[in-house]
């Protein structure tokens, strides 16, 4: 059986039951996806901090759109929920809410990676 580390009082970092029915159970695709996300989206949170920096809101939306989509191919509904209220602060272009929630992305972006290392890539 395939299951997610627990944390207390929370749901579950990541959800790899229904990642892998949808991927017909293929384990090394799901182990393909989990690596692109630990070599992607540190990248990506470092192009959300620079567009911060530079004030490019369409770099920081499609950087948390793409984070986001990563982070749904394992059911990461923190990371997932965090990405989107950068991704759609982003379109609306309002910089005080993304700085205030970068910071909870970057948190839960590094518990799937955890996640991800000890359940699928140890």
Same mark, same amino acid.
């Given at each position: 059986? &395939?299951?997610s580390r627990q944390n207390p009082d929370s749901d579950p970092v990541i959800h790899l039951a229904p990642a892998l029915a949808r991927l017909e159970?293929?384990?090394e695709l799901l182990c393909d996806l989990a690596q692109f996300y630990l070599e992607d989206g540190p990248v990506l949170l470092q192009e959300i901090q620079?567009?911060?920096e530079i004030r490019d809101f369409e770099l920081?939306?499609?950087s948390a759109h793409s984070l986001k989509g990563l982070a749904s191919n394992f059911d990461a509904? *923190?990371? &997932? *929920? #965090?990405?989107?209220i950068i991704e759609m602060s982003g379109r609306q272009r309002d910089l005080e809410t993304i700085q205030q929630s970068l910071p909870e992305l970057e948190q839960q972006s590094q518990r799937v990676? #955890? *996640?991800?290392? %000890? %359940?699928?890539l140890s």
């Open positions: 059986m &395939v299951s159970n293929d384990r620079r567009g911060i920081i939306t499609r509904h *923190a990371t &997932v *929920a #965090a990405a989107l990676i #955890a *996640a991800l290392q %000890e %359940e699928l």
